[in-house]
């Protein structure tokens, strides 16, 4: 398995489109600093799945898209995507190639694919897993992850080797069984909670008594009353419905017209829209011819500047050939006046030149007869000049050779001293190199400190930072949350207000009494007012009491009356009056009866026990209409269904606001209170929010990363300077070395011209003799030559005077001669000349003349591309004007129509509420004409009952009461209990079992993740002592096989799967107390050979190495590269690097250049020219 392809595009440098195909083997990506490479891992890391930005040397994710350049504008989305031939079916796919994309927008979101489907993140990393592959594993290498790997702060270590056994997704099953094993216990104790509740219920009913006695006195009576009482209430409510009605259809018709307006505009919205597009789109258009024009624009001028630029130049050329032209023709007039003078001049010296070489032959014959004398003596005197001249030569070259052995001697010694004194400098100076390197290993080790030290900070920073923003995002919901729960009362408050306020939910003369009387009564108020109950029991009070709700209830009778000739006054109907007077203290209530969850002031407690001292509250309709029967009680459900102690049943659906009329300015002043704490919390949460986000502002990470980045700069330089400190001291070793080799070969050298010289004395002294003797016959000879050149000087003094003189009219007519040619020759060159001269400024004008055409054209098109832009930008100008009036008329739409939607809500509110009122009165309707029904079994226009004259709806509600009370103390049977508590023992029956399958749940899952962990155990344990014998192996191979090296698990962790393992090695005889304090190349070749002994037990199919040979020497670099040429056969692998030697070792070669600024580019390498480099 390998990669075959990486797609890049938009992601960080690499704007472009770019492709890099791979093959097995090894495959070298190389380039300047700066210009990319590490974006290629980068990108990589990112397809792979990797989360974090600072693993992708950014500050955000959204970095990694391509911000811009000075020339090209950033992109808005990076897109990356990796393919991989899977011939070995190691990734659980049945495909043989696979390409995984992920894709990033500015906007923030992504996508991953598998082969073109989209798919999860948690897709991608699943199939990679335990492959070695992952964003995190040992697949990717960088030099920095050298010094994470050997530091060991993120426990990155381990991670190596947990996905080399295999052993991550058991860690990850491990947590997903930890999760369910808390939420199985979390069901555990809720189940344990409900069951408590249901074991109370069952001993409650298990509790009530089967007993049960059958009542018949008065039930007729009750019958007769209670037919009456709901015939009156029925009347009532009908009269109050009608005009209910008319609103209802009034409100109907303003919806329909409301709906058709809103349609309407809706429509006209849309066709707006439409039309704003097509004008958007004649806009564009005319954008485009705009720029179109500009451009050519641009370069019409551009080129008419070139050609009148032109012009000017050929105008140059004319006016230089116009001066050449001129000064020509004066240089070819004064040649031709010179021509005549020479002429002239030339004739007369032929006259003379005859004399004088009859004069030089009579000289010449004198001169030849004394020479060939003086020849013959002189020939004589060369024969012994030469023969003293050839032992003089040798004389010379023997003391020259002297000399020079001489000399040689003198330099050799001076080469000794120098050799000498050179050797001593280099010794000092590999000392003081020493002393350096010495005091710089301990800088370098406070620098590593800080260095650590720094990072530990910045971590710790970004920690905090990290908690903060959670922080920051959990207060913000936290502040949706409370302000939504705020609207949502704040929008209770206004609808219950209004309710209150309208007093629409009574009949027309109880609103009458409260709206305009309100005052003349001290207690004047209704019974929905005056009671109130938790939100679980409202129905159930308001279903129960029924009309009940709408008595008035006032202190005495003759409030009553004062308040019924009031309505009799103004014609507004009847109500029912309470005088609480005429109560008495209490009336008895049952225990358990509603009264118990029923809350009111203590004026008004014997009307509530009056009215629901025999209401009691049951779970449904069947065991109400157990308990009930027999007796004089009422009972009714959470749902609102009642059943009398007639058998009598009220039920059917529960209408829209239930409930809501039950204590209604209660239910407000609590909302109210909850309203003020809701903004409290709020305004808490906002503080608190400032708070953080001040707190996040004041960590500055870019201050911390700069400081960092300093700190690893000052290690780098540190560790340099000891690289060069031992570079020179290996220099001046070899300098010496070479000195001493001098000096030995200038010690034999010394002894061998010691011995020439001792043999060049017996021959100098022989040729010194020869010497005197010839020197006395030359002197003897020189005596008869003078005598003889005496004579040869005079007849040589005269034939030299003839001759010079010959020579000298010679000379003058050759002169003259030469500049009559010289001057016929500059005749023919000027006339040349002025004629090409005349032809070039002709060939200049007909330039001039074309250009100036040129120019023409060029400006009429000018003319015309002007034209057609000031009409272009007019039509711009129009299409923009268009596009604006469109968008005001849009404007005005949306006001229109958001007017139209308020009006809308308005209505539709008032429909809901009015709408409400019907329901409530028709289902009140409805209830009384279904109890008379369900109870009686007449219809309600079949009753003709009417109260007795004397005898108010009060005192009949009073007198049905007390019957009720008398049925109820002769008791009754509830035959439904037994029932009920058969079905509450099968449900306490059910959690019993229920918590019994958790416990087992919770069982099973405690001995998976113990199963797990034996596993895990088992496989990190055995593959961890196979990288170790691996590693020892590999160590020894790349350093010395004395060289001390081991892996050591901490085996005092809680958690062998977490346990820390410790590397510990000691090259070259070192006795380092921390791996830190290792050189760099040391720790990274620590590190390489832990990989390599992590790929020897679980081979990755890939592996890309960052520049981790930087830190390596040149001997280190071909133990690297040979490692990697070995597991090759194995690995794919893909090195960014810049040294020679390991690019020698690739059979394939990027190169990554940055010809535009910001923007990296893909090259080929040829091999060839790398090796001869």
């Known amino acids: 398995m390998y990669i075959s392809e990486l797609e890049l595009q938009g992601f960080k440098s690499f704007a472009y489109n770019t492709k890099v195909s791979f093959d097995k083997g090894i495959t070298a990506i190389v380039g300047p600093n700066g210009c990319g490479k590490s974006n290629i891992v980068d990108a990589m890391r990112w397809v792979l799945g990797e989360q974090r930005p600072t693993l992708l040397r950014s500050s955000s994710m959204s970095n990694v898209i391509f911000n811009g350049t000075a020339q090209k504008n950033a992109l808005g989305m990076a897109q990356v995507a990796l393919t991989l031939v899977n011939n070995k079916g190691l990734l659980p796919t049945e495909y043989n190639e696979i390409t995984i994309a992920r894709r990033l927008y500015r906007s923030g979101e992504s996508e991953y694919l598998i082969n073109g489907t989209t798919c999860r993140l948690k897709d991608i990393t699943e199939l990679f897993m335990d492959t070695g592959m992952s964003s995190d594993a040992y697949s990717v290498i960088e030099l920095k992850m050298v010094e994470e790997i050997l530091n060991d702060k993120n426990n990155d270590r381990r991670k190596l080797f947990e996905e080399a056994a295999g052993i991550t997704r058991y860690k990850e099953k491990r947590k997903r069984t930890f999760r369910k094993l808390d939420d199985t216990q979390s069901d555990l104790q809720r189940v344990e909670d409900i069951l408590v509740e249901v074991r109370k219920k069952t001993k409650s009913l298990q509790r009530q008594a089967e007993k049960a006695r059958k009542a018949k006195k008065y039930n007729n009576e009750l019958e007769q009353l209670d037919k009456a009482l709901h015939k009156h209430e029925f009347t009532k409510i009908k009269e109050e419905l009608e005009p209910l009605k008319k609103r209802i259809g009034n409100a109907d018709k303003e919806k329909k017209e409301i709906l058709s307006k809103a349609k309407k505009l809706e429509q006209e919205e849309e066709s707006a829209r439409e039309a704003l597009t097509e004008k958007e789109r004649l806009q564009s258009e005319a954008q485009r011819r705009v720029s179109q024009l500009h451009s050519k624009i641009r370069d019409t001028e551009t080129n008419l500047q070139i050609t009148r630029e032109k012009i000017s130049n050929e105008e140059g050329v004319i006016e230089q050939y116009s001066k050449d032209i001129r000064q020509s023709e004066q240089d070819l007039k004064d040649l031709r006046e010179a021509f005549k003078s020479s002429r002239h001049k030339l004739e007369s010296f032929d006259t003379d030149l005859g004399k004088a070489e009859k004069n030089l032959e009579d000289s010449k014959e004198r001169y030849s007869e004394i020479q060939q004398q003086y020849a013959a003596k002189r020939e004589e005197l060369d024969e012994l000049e030469n023969e003293f001249s050839q032992a003089n030569s040798d004389l010379n070259e023997l003391q020259t050779k002297r000399i020079r052995i001489e000399s040689r001697l003198e330099n050799t010694e001076g080469d000794l001293i120098r050799i000498r004194e050179e050797t001593e400098d280099l010794e000092d100076e590999i000392a003081h190199v020493r002393g350096e390197k010495k005091m ?97 029991h409202a129905v159930a009070l308001e279903s129960v009491l029924g009309n009940v709700l709408n008595f008035v209830v006032v202190k005495t009778l003759d409030e009553a009356r004062q308040a019924a000739s009031l309505l009799k006054e103004h014609d507004k109907g009847q109500a029912t009056f309470i005088p609480l007077d005429r109560l008495g203290d209490s009336y008895p209530a049952e225990a358990g009866a509603m009264v118990e969850v029923v809350d009111t002031k203590a004026p008004f407690e014997p009307l509530k026990t009056l009215l629901l001292g025999n209401v ?40 829209k ?77 070899k300098n010496i070395a070479d000195l001493n080799s001098r000096r030995e070969e200038r010690t034999r050298n010394e002894d061998a011209a010691r011995e020439e010289l001792d043999q060049l004395h017996p021959r100098q002294k022989e040729l010194q ?87 023409e054209q060029l400006e009429d098109q000018l003319k015309t591309l002007k034209e057609k832009k000031r009409k272009a930008d007019k039509q711009l100008e129009q299409a923009e004007e268009a596009s604006g009036k469109q968008r005001g008329r849009i404007n005005e739409i949306e006001k229109e129509l958001k007017e139209v939607r308020r009006r809308k809500e308005v209505n539709m509110e008032l429909v809901h509420h009015l709408a409400m009122a019907k329901e409530k009165f028709e289902m009140q309707i409805e209830n009384l004409s279904d109890h008379i ?212 070792k690739a059979e394939m070669m990027y190169g990554i250049t940055m010809p535009e600024t910001g923007i990296s580019r893909l090259v080929g390498v040829k091999l060839d020219e790398v090796a001869e480099a």
Not at 616 to 633: L, M, R, T
Not at 637 to 653: A, C, N, Y
Not at 825 to 833: A, D, F, P, V, Y
Request: hydrophobic share 35%.
């Open 657 to 733: 606001n239930a409930g809501i009329r039950v204590g209604l300015q209660d239910k407000i002043s609590k909302l109210t209170d909850k309203k003020e704490t809701l903004a409290s919390d709020i305004a808490e949460s906002e503080a608190e929010l400032a708070n953080v986000r001040e707190e996040y502002e004041e960590i500055q990470l870019d201050a911390l990363e700069e400081q960092l980045k300093e700190k690893e700069q000052h290690v780098r330089s540190v560790e340099n300077k000891i690289n060069s400190f031992e570079s020179k001291i290996q220099i001046y070793k």
């Open 933 to 1144: 029904w369900e109870t009686y079994g007449v219809l309600m226009d079949q009753v003709d009952r009417q109260l007795p004259e004397d005898t108010e709806p009060d005192e009949a509600k009073k007198r049905i009461g007390w019957l009720k009370q008398k049925l109820k103390k002769i008791g009754d049977v509830n035959p439904l209990a037994i029932e009920e508590y058969e079905e509450e023992k099968e449900r306490l029956d059910f959690y019993e079992e229920q918590i019994g399958d958790l416990r087992q749940a919770a069982k099973e899952l405690r001995e998976t993740i113990e199963e797990i962990n034996k596993t895990a155990t088992r496989r990190f344990n055995e593959t961890f002592e196979k990288i170790r014998v691996n590693f020892q192996k590999v160590f020894h191979t790349l350093f010395n096989d004395d060289d001390y090296c081991d892996l050591v698990i901490d085996e005092e962790a809680e958690d062998p799967l977490d346990a820390r393992i410790e590397i510990k090695a000691n090259p070259k005889g070192k006795r380092p107390s921390t791996i830190n304090q290792l050189s760099g190349g040391e720790k990274t070749l620590t590190a390489i050979a832990l990989l390599f002994a992590i790929y020897l037990v679980k081979p990755s199919p890939f592996c890309v190495l960052d520049e981790v040979d930087a830190p390596l020497d040149d001997a280190n670099i071909e133990r690297f590269a040979d490692m990697i040429r070995n597991f090759s056969q194995e690995t794919q692998f893909i090195i960014i690097t810049h040294n020679k030697k390991t690019m020698s």
């Open 769 to 855: 003799q020869k010497l005197k003797m010839l020197h006395e016959q030359q002197e003897e000879k020189k005596q008869t030559l003078q005598e003889l050149e005496e004579e040869r000087s005079i007849a040589q003094s005269r034939y030299n005077d003839a001759q010079l003189k010959h020579q000298d009219l010679q000379n003058k007519v050759e002169n003259h001669e030469r500049d009559i040619r010289r001057a016929e020759s500059g005749i023919k060159n000027l006339k040349e000349r002025l004629k090409m001269r005349s032809e070039k400024t002709e060939e200049a004008k007909s330039r001039i003349k074309k250009y100036t055409s040129s120019i």
């Open 440 to 536: 710089l290993a301990s800088e370098l080790e406070q620098a590593i400190a800080d260095r650590d030290k720094q990072q530990q900070v910045l971590q710790e920073a970004r920690g905090k930072r990290e908690e903060l923003s959670e922080r920051k995002e959990e207060l913000k919901d936290q502040i949706r949350r409370q302000q939504s729960r705020l609207d949502s009362v704040v929008s209770e408050i206004s609808l219950l207000q209004d309710i209150a306020d309208s007093n629409e939910a009574f009949p027309s003369s109880v609103q009458f009494l409260l709206e305009e009387h309100s005052g003349d009564f001290p207690l004047l108020d209704v019974v929905s007012n005056l009671m109130s109950t938790d939100e679980q």
């Open 616 to 655: 009691f509250v049951y779970e449904s309709v069947e065991q109400a209409w157990q308990e009930i029967a027999g007796s004089s009680n009422t009972g009714v459900t959470l749902d609102g269904e009642v059943v009398t102690h007639r058998q009598f049943l009220q039920s059917g659906s529960k209408a």
